[in-house]
């Protein structure tokens, strides 16, 4: 527990001093697919429980892969749930994710969730998190201080209010969520539109000066690429994902097979 509570630390404050962080994303739910993110040098894995089946056994399972593996984990709720979260802590993640936070109202409504009292109101459990009792002071004595909460902004009113949203000490970053702010401005799927760039920009400007992380997922990623997000101003980013992986191997392998059908064909005629 102490080797976790300190790797959990010392991610915390590389995101608190803006330093580069980079992230594996899954939902499938194997926690195979996990492990092998876990070799490739990454600070953490997300785990998209928003928009994926992915269960509370299946993320506790992930949880355990990464972190066995010397890497944190954070999963991505799939909705502004104190049940939820609870659950999620006590499975033993090391932060969260939070989607879809647009008012400071929200966030402020989320943090007490994430923390133990005074600084919150998390409930104190004896679960995998808390060594099944065996760490429970050590855990939560360390909890506030180590876990680390992202906000996703990604709606054109979460971009309106970020210098309200980053006002909370307990938020140690966020996210920008290219696909959604596009849909918000009306120009889904258009993520190098000037609306969306234009939006990304005050979030990382902000970010800046709230002296905050801030991050971004690079779908299909190479070195130009992910220069180019932190020359832009990102601390933080997220490298393509296991569907991204296998859709565009799969696609490949599509194309190669439609290939030699053709030549099969003409070489028949």
Known sequence: ????????????????????????WTSLGHPSITEIFSRIGVDFVGVDIEHSTISQEQTQRIITASQVNGTLCLPRIATHNQEMIKRLLDSGADGLMVPMVSLPEEAEKIIPWCKYPPEGSRSFGVARAQGYGFDFDEYVSAWNDSSSLIMQIETVKGVENIDQILSFEQIDGVMVGPYDISGSLGIPGQLDHPKVNQAAIRVIDSCRRHNKACGTHIVDPDMKAIEDKFKLGYTFVVLASDIFLLWKWSERMRNITDQIRKKERVSTQ
């Open 1 to 24: 527990m102490k080797e976790l509570n300190q790797r959990r630390y010392e991610f915390k404050q590389k995101l608190r001093q803006r330093k580069p962080v980079f992230g594996a």
